[in-house]
């Protein structure tokens, strides 16, 4: 070790050495100083530009999001940082929101909802620590409210507490889950309907039965009494009908919804439509002592293209329920009326059927038309019903292109409005009808001034002007006048039911007073036949007519009338159906033997003698070697072993029998469809009939077959 007393002691080193030691100690300090300070600077610069940079990234990073980061002081709420898609986002100002940041935390979105932060909510966030909500959010240039996720985070940055805000945008997800939450709710609700259809049509088709499977046993048991044995015969009778029904709408429905289904066109007659309705379903209302009425209005046309029976289903459908869900005394209507036509040639119809029954609650009246839907209420639990009825319906009438709507408050009523265009068929109106015969003056009588007035509408543009009383008493006033003044009028129609002085009488004053001047026509809803009787002979009145009014049905009338032709069918001839086919011989190809039994017990009735064949080629066969003339017509299953229906009709077509061609066929089976109708006609049998056999519709397609003659006044 050198001391300072060895140098001193071998003479030490000088001066000039120890200065020069210390120049180069202060050198390399300096050297080192700069050095030192030099470094900084760039670590300081590099720092910089990392700051720099990864505030870049941070700013592309938010700038693609729809996160919006926002860091704050939570004393006076001035954004120290705010990432930059905050005016693409929520379309704010980041000046205005870096210097106050409050309307953004605190003020919710007008007409938004979800949970805003106050004040406590940020006070009660500890360090470190985090709220989280969810809200609206109002975008400012959109217009739209958006729905955010809020994050507020506590933490503090160099040395000073800060506070950052994250919103970040779920709109998106949230009308996803939304929208999941619908389908899985209308999954459930199918699933529930399907659950509660089924214990529904379980207890459906089960009533029924039970009813034909114990009349059938107590049947045997009372065979001896012929009281019983009518009492039960009529209850079976009635419960199969009723379970017939019940299958048939299963299967119409199902048909429909799997598309099925296609229209069928054919001309028909909008009166003759609506008085078979009318007949249909007056004995339903009479039961429960309600008032069915039809009206017209505004100028309809008397014949359609369209398909009928379709058209039918819906109203039978809409009156069926009018009956069943309004009480005893009840009142329901149909108004059918033209609406302005969109397209010449095109007829634009509201179908109204109205009833101050028990009503429906609005809630329910939005799924009225869900297979399966029924409301249970006090009034409606006990009535017996599938809910397929308002769906099939509402299928028909979107089949042909119309539109269905429902108003009905519980406890009021219901009405169902059906709009629907249809081709007119058979020409222009006859409006010349009424100048060839110089009828120029119509007097209308009804109580419903509104029925007036229809009338009314209904005549106009046929040059016939149309005076119309609301009371008996009036009429014979005006009448009367008008015949002193000799304006007469030329027909007089009369509402046979009205108030005070009814149809009957106001007819016999106007005779006393006008003579028989001009034919008094009775409108009536009821049977015709009845009013006629009731009305007895003497009263002057010269022809009913059903109501709803038809300008074609008075011109019917009239023309009636001028060639003095009897309204009333003979009552010797038969009516439609009713002809005799005692006598007639038929083969029928039938496989099922219980089915073949209760046709020939049926047929043997009627006097028409059967003979059974258990599939289609034996029908061929037997048919082959019959003598001609020995059968007049033959029944088809189609559904058999061995040969089917429509191979052996085919079959028997082209054979070289000498009634081949013309021998009728008649189809029938269990395949009820439409289809199945057109597919029969196709391999040449004549016509079809679904099972289970209706007889008086059998006997009626045999008379148009066999016995045309017979057919009566159709
Ligand atoms: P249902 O076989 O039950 O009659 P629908 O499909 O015809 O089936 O009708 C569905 C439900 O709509 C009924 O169960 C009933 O609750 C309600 N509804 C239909 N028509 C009427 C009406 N005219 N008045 C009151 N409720 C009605």
């Not at 249970?376 to 509402?394: F, N, S, V």
């Not at 429902?406 to 009808?433: C, M, Y």
């Not at 040059?463 to 006033?477: D, I, K, M, S």
């Not at 059968?631 to 229906?645: E, K, R, S, T, Y």
Request: aromatic content about 6%; hydrophobic content about 40%; glycine content about 8%.
């Amino acid at each position: 070790m050198i001391t300072w007393t060895t140098l001193a002691g071998t003479g030490g080193p000088t001066f000039a050495v120890l200065s020069a030691l210390t120049l180069l100690f202060g050198v390399t300090a300096a050297v080192a100083v700069v050095f030192h300070i030099r470094g900084s600077r760039r670590r300081i610069r590099e720092k910089k530009q990392e700051i720099i940079f990864r505030k870049k990234l941070f700013d592309l990073l938010t700038e693609s999001t729809e996160d919006i980061f926002i860091l704050f002081s939570p004393e006076n709420f001035e954004a120290e940082y705010i990432s930059p898609n905050l005016d693409r986002v929520l379309g704010l100002d980041t000046e205005t929101i870096r210097r106050d940041l409050r309307p953004l935390l605190f003020e919710p979105a007008p007409g938004g909802s979800g949970q805003t932060p106050t004040q406590e909510t940020l006070s009660a966030i500890p360090m470190g620590g985090t709220w989280t909500g969810e809200r609206d959010i109002f975008h400012t240039k959109t217009r739209e409210l958006r729905w955010f996720k809020q994050i507020i985070h506590r933490c503090t940055l160099e040395g000073s507490e800060r506070l950052i805000l994250m919103l970040s945008d779920r709109t998106h997800e949230r009308q996803m889950y939304e929208a999941l939450g619908e389908a899985l709710h209308t999954a459930r609700a199918a699933n529930q309907a399907k659950s509660n259809f089924l214990a529904n049509m379980s207890h459906d088709i089960r009533t029924p039965m039970n009813a034909i499977v114990g009349f059938s046993v107590l049947l045997d048991k009372n065979a001896e009494n012929p009281e019983r044995v009518r009492e039960y015969t009529r209850k079976i009778a009635y419960s199969s009908q009723h379970l017939l029904s019940l299958i048939n709408d299963i299967l119409d429905m199902s048909k429909i919804e799997s598309g099925k289904t296609s229209l069928n066109l054919t001309e028909f007659s909008l009166p003759e439509m609506m008085e078979e309705l009318y007949t249909m379903i007056l004995p339903q209302t009479r039961t429960k002592g309600q008032d069915l009425e039809l009206y017209t209005k505004g100028q309809l046309p008397e014949l359609l293209l369209g398909d009928k029976l379709r058209l039918n289903q819906v109203l039978i459908n809409l009156l069926s329920n009018g009956v069943k869900y309004t009480q005893e005394g009840g009142h329901i209507a149909l108004t059918v009326q033209a609406l302005e036509q969109n397209a010449p040639g095109r007829a634009h119809l509201r179908f109204q059927v109205a009833d101050n029954g028990f009503g429906m609650s609005e809630t329910f009246v939005q799924n009225i038309f869900d297979p399966f839907a029924r409301e249970e209420t006090e009034h409606t639990r006990e009535i017996q019903g599938t809910g397929l009825g308002m769906a099939i319906t509402k299928n028909i009438v979107d089949l042909m292109g119309g539109a269905i709507t429902v108003q009905s408050r519980l406890g009021e009523g219901s009405a169902f409005t059906v709009e629907l265009e249809l081709t007119i068929a058979g020409g222009e109106r006859d409006d010349a009808f009424w100048q060839r015969r110089g009828i120029t003056r119509l007097l209308v009588v009804d109580d419903e001034e509104d029925v007036c007035r229809n009338i009314q509408s209904a005549m106009e543009g046929t040059g016939v002007e149309t005076a119309y009383a609301t009371r008996g008493e009036e009429a014979v006033e005006l009448a009367a006048r008008a015949h002193e003044q000799g304006r007469g009028f030329h027909i007089i129609l009369l509402d046979w039911n009205m108030p005070g002085m009814n149809g009957v009488e106001t007819a016999r004053r106007i005779r006393s007073q006008v003579g028989r001047d001009a034919p008094i026509l009775a409108l009536t809803s009821y049977d015709l036949e009845e009013a006629r009787q009731a009305a007895g002979s003497e009263t002057g009145i010269e022809l009913f007519l059903l109501k709803p009014f038809f300008v074609s049905s008075l011109q019917r009338a009239v023309s009636q009338l001028e060639g003095r032709e009897d309204v009333k069918p003979d009552p010797d001839s038969p009516a439609p159906g009713e002809a005799s086919l005692a006598g007639l011989k038929v083969l029928a190809a039938e496989d099922n033997e219980i089915n073949a039994e209760i046709l020939l017990e049926l047929l043997e009735m009627e006097g028409i003698r059967c003979e059974i064949v258990p599939n289609g080629r034996e029908a061929v066969e037997r048919f082959a070697h019959s003598q001609a003339g020995e059968f007049d017509a033959i029944f088809m299953d189609i559904q058999m072993p061995v040969m089917d229906g429509y191979e052996a009709a085919q079959a028997i077509r082209t054979g070289d029998h000498p009634l081949a061609k013309t021998i009728p066929i008649i189809a029938m089976t269990a395949n009820a469809f439409e289809e199945d109708v057109q597919a029969a006609l196709a391999v040449g049998m004549n016509a079809h009939t679904a099972k289970p056999i209706d007889m008086e519709q059998l006997k009626a397609v045999m008379v148009q077959l066999l016995r045309p003659e017979d057919k009566g006044p159709s």
